[in-house]
């Protein structure tokens, strides 16, 4: 069965400086891996999702990830957060695709002034 | 742009009450998933269809639980008789296929009182 962990419940960051949000998962078979964010009391908007291909995936708001096979990992970057940028980020894995998503739980991104 | 429309956006109900949530899907996608989001968690998955069969529903409550999907479009999730441990966010997601990306309504809050 698939899982995933974040790591880091809160992450604060000020204006300007790099985000990294770690996400890990386990997965028996090729993975598809997504980033999703949550704004309070809103469902869930896609930032990018991996399948196949290129492992640098880029997404919106100027966000972007980078799967690792090798360290089962899939962390999410932006290189200048932005006020906007604060909310709840979601990492979840596929088993290619054919299972329904499975999240971790999250971590909460402060952008400080 | 297309969306998932779930309705209603709150609900505050008293324990052993019944409830329903209702989600109409992105039209044509074929794939429904309802999820349950516990506070401070990621969702968890309790339903999935594929046009009007159920697909997995192994973590749906199924002794308070039920859910539907009668002409493969809108569905309806019931709680019967709702519990403390119930308040949560329902969100209901989406696909055009079961491989690719799920889109999310902006979700039911429940509040259980």
């Known amino acids: 069965a698939q899982s995933v962990t974040q790591l880091g419940s809160h992450v604060s960051v000020s204006e300007g400086a790099l985000v990294l949000l770690r996400c890990n998962y386990s997965?028996?078979?090729?993975?598809?891996l997504f980033w999703y964010v949550q704004y309070p009391n809103q469902g869930l908007q896609l930032l990018l999702k991996?399948?196949?291909?290129?492992?640098l995936v880029k997404g919106i708001n100027g966000f972007e990830a980078e799967f690792k096979k090798s360290e089962t990992s899939f962390h999410l970057t932006k290189p200048s957060a932005h006020m906007s940028d604060a909310a709840e980020y979601f990492c979840a894995v596929s088993d290619s695709g054919n299972t329904p998503l499975v999240f971790g739980k999250g971590t909460r991104l402060s952008v400080i002034a | 742009e297309a969306e998932v429309a779930q309705s209603p956006r709150y609900k505050i109900t008293e324990k052993s009450q019944a409830v329903a949530f209702w989600c109409d899907p992105i039209s044509g996608h074929a794939t429904l998933y309802w999820y349950r989001q516990i506070l401070g968690q990621g969702p968890e998955l309790l339903v999935q269809?594929?046009?009007?069969?159920?697909?997995?529903d192994s973590q749906l409550p199924k002794d308070r639980f039920s859910a539907e999907r009668l002409k493969g479009v809108d569905s309806t999730l019931k709680i019967q008789p709702a519990e403390l441990g119930d308040s949560a966010m329902y969100l209901c997601a989406s696909s055009l296929q079961r491989d690719l990306e799920a889109f999310f309504g902006q979700g039911t809050r429940l509040t259980v009182v």
């Open positions: 991996y399948t196949t291909g290129a492992t």
């Open positions: 269809f594929q046009d009007e069969s159920v697909v997995d």
């Open positions: 997965s028996s078979v090729p993975p598809y």
